[in-house]
């Protein structure tokens, strides 16, 4: 198990964890257009749509970190690659399966990629706390 300081800022892992939810509603949700969320789960020319997609959230974190804690803003390109792998092995598995919105396993497989996004997010927020109480 990872080991979490026994002391951090519960002032930044309160305001980071906020922030963190709203990112995720936001670059998710409202900023996802019709194109990424249908164009990362083709089997070919996904790229282009899932980089952009992953570059707001990349941008989003950056924007959460500088204002928090800027030695962390390396923790944008961690954003990046992690919720890149996380949402195309969801559409991976998807197409694997064949699973469409009228079976329990898409659902499924959306409620697991939002708990991976948010437990990531988690695991940033407890990281600013920690570095700003030992900062």
Do not use: N
Not at 14 to 31: C, E
Not at 56 to 65: D, Q, S, V, W
């Amino acid at each position: 198990m990872p080991i979490i300081p026994e002391q951090i800022s519960a002032h930044v892992l309160i305001w980071a964890t906020a922030l963190f939810i709203l990112k995720q509603l936001v670059a998710d949700f409202l900023l996802q257009t019709a194109w990424m969320a249908k164009g990362k789960e083709r089997q070919t020319g996904w790229v282009a749509p899932l980089g952009a997609h992953v570059a707001i959230h990349a941008l989003c974190t950056l924007a959460i970190c500088v204002a928090l804690l800027p030695q962390l803003a390396w923790l944008a390109l961690v954003d990046l690659v992690v919720h890149a792998a996380i949402d195309r092995s969801k559409s991976l598995l998807q197409a694997r399966f064949q699973f469409t919105p009228v079976q329990s396993g898409y659902w499924w497989m959306l409620g697991l990629d939002q708990t991976l996004h948010h437990a990531t997010h988690l695991v940033f927020a407890i990281a600013l706390a920690a570095a700003s109480f030992a900062g």
